[in-house]
C-alpha cells in the first residue's frame, strides 16, 4: 500500500516564517488493510530530513499491519525551508507527534493502546521525548548563550550564530525553559532509536525513569552522532532498553533509504523492528 500525502494545521502553533499563520505539517500516511482497529507506529526523520527517508522502514511495518505515519519537522525538512528554530527547538518536534497521533485518533481506526514510535538521529531524540525524556535546561540555555559549543549540525553550521541573530538572550533563556518541560505523550508504549542524537543534551534520571521497551541501533563508524555521547548514553540509561551495534564499519546514514546499503543493514534492522513492535504493542 503506497502512503496518502496530508497536510495538516496545528492551530495552536504559529509558522515561524510567517506567524499569522498556524503550523503546517505534511505527514505521510500508510493506512492499514486490517478491518479491525490498527496498531501504529509513527515516525521522526533525523536533522534536516524527511518522512520518506524511512520509507524502507513504513514499507514492512505497515505489510505487517500497522498504520504507519510520518511527520516532515517543519524548518527541519528538505521538503520545507531550513529554519534555525527547526534545528535547535528541539521540544516540538515531540509536539508535532503528538499533534499527529491526536489525528489518527480521530480520522483513522487505529488501537490507541498500541501505539510506537520510531526515529533516526533527532527523531531518535524525538521518541525518547514522548517516552519522558528531558533536556537539561543549563546545558540548553549554556548552548544558545553562546557559552558551550553545540553538536555539530552540517545541515546548518551557524545554526547558533543564526539564532542569536533571531532572539534576544531573555526570548531563548524563556524558550528554552519552556522546552525543558514534559513532552511525554503516555499514548507511545514503546519506541525504536536509530543512530540518536543530543544524548549529552537530556537529563540522565528522565532517561532512568522510562519504564517503556527501547530497542537502539547504531553504527561504531558514527561519527556524526558519535556512539560513546549518543546511542550508549540512551541504551545504557534507560531500564528496558536493549540494543547493539550493527558493526564498525556502519556509518551514520546508512539509515536514510537513498544511501548505499551494501551490508544489508536497512532490510535487518526492518525486521527486527516488525518484531519489536509486534511483542511490544
Known amino acids: ?23 503546517l505539517l505534511r505527514t505521510r500516511i500508510w493506512s492499514s488493510s486490517r478491518s479491525t482497529p490498527a496498531p501504529v507506529v509513527v515516525l521522526s526523520h533525523g536533522t534536516g530530513g524527511a518522512g520518506e527517508d524511512l520509507d524502507w522502514l513504513a514499507k514492512p511495518l505497515n505489510d505487517a499491519g500497522f498504520l504507519v505515519a510520518s511527520v516532515d519537522h517543519p524548518g527541519n525538512s528538505y521538503n520545507d525551508e531550513y529554519l534555525p528554530e527547526g534545528f535547535a527547538f528541539a521540544w516540538e518536534r515531540a509536539r508535532d507527534i503528538t499533534f499527529l497521533i491526536d489525528h489518527l485518533v480521530a480520522e483513522h481506526n487505529i488501537d490507541i493502546t498500541r501505539v510506537g514510535a520510531a526515529g533516526f ?108 555521547d549518543n546511542a550508549l548514553v540512551y541504551r545504557d540509561s534507560m531500564p528496558q532498553a536493549r540494543g547493539e551495534s550493527l558493526g564498525r564499519d556502519i556509518g ?3 539509515f536514510l533509504g537513498d544511501r548505499h546499503d551494501p551490508s544489508g543493514i536497512r532490510p535487518e534492522v526492518a525486521d527486527e523492528a516488525v518484531k519489536f513492535f509486534t511483542s511490544y504493542l
Open 1 to 23: 500500500m503506497n502512503p496518502e500525502t496530508t497536510h495538516l494545521l496545528d492551530h495552536s502553533r504559529s509558522s515561524w516564517s510567517v506567524p499569522t499563520e498556524p503550523r
Open 252 to 254: 551514520h546514514y546508512v
Open 121 to 228: 538521529s533527532f527523531g531518535g531524540y524525538t521518541v525518547t521525548a514522548l517516552l519522558g525524556g528531558k533536556i537539561d535546561v543549563h546545558l540548553m540555555e549554556a548552548m544558545f548563550h553562546g557559552q558551550i559549543p553545540a553538536p555539530d549540525v552540517p545541515e546548518f553550521p551557524d545554526l547558533i550564530k543564526t539564532l542569536r541573530s533571531k532572539y534576544s538572550d531573555a526570548e531563548l533563556t524563556s524558550l528554552a525553559e519552556t522546552g525543558a518541560g514534559s513532552l511525554t505523550d503516555a499514548r507511545v508504549r514503546a519506541g525504536i532509536l536509530l543512530a540518536p542524537a543530543i544524548g549529552k543534551l537530556l537529563i540522565s534520571e528522565s532517561l532512568s525513569q522510562i519504564s517503556a521497551p527501547v530497542l537502539v541501533r547504531w553504527g561504531d563508524a558514527d561519527d556524526n552522532t558519535p556512539p560513546d
